[in-house]
């Protein structure tokens, strides 16, 4: 199993970027994914996630600015974030869930940087 994170980068606040994770080794559709991040000396914490029937949630303070989508065609999944600010910088991982859960990820991306300048 493999996930490769792509889309970081630098941003001024208020700008946009959309990460992509290319997934592959298993049945991406039947899986739930996410998006997570985490800033040094902090807990990785949830961004958003999605079910294998485009159910998803998010984190409250990206609601309404991040938008968690899938393509089980590609086996990719996406995260478009708008109205970025300085406390969107993280590293951002994307995470398989194991069969049948939400939650519970048993494979990690390397993550991508996102910086957001102010």
């Known amino acids: 199993v493999q996930l490769q994170a792509c889309g970081g980068g630098l941003v001024q606040a208020g700008g946009s970027l959309r990460l992509s994770c290319q997934v592959s080794g298993i049945n991406f559709g039947i899986h739930a994914m996410a998006w997570y991040r985490q800033v040094p000396g902090k807990q990785r914490e949830l961004v958003a996630a999605i079910t294998s029937r485009d159910t998803t949630n998010y984190a409250e303070s990206v609601k309404g600015r991040f938008t968690i989508s899938r393509d089980n065609a590609k086996n990719t999944l996406y995260l478009q974030m708008n109205s970025l600010k300085s406390e969107d910088t993280a590293v951002y991982y994307c995470?398989?869930?194991?069969?049948?859960?939400?939650?519970?990820?048993?494979?990690w991306g390397k993550g991508t940087q996102v910086t957001v300048s102010s």
């Open positions: 995470a398989k869930a194991l069969y049948g859960s939400r939650y519970g990820m048993d494979y």
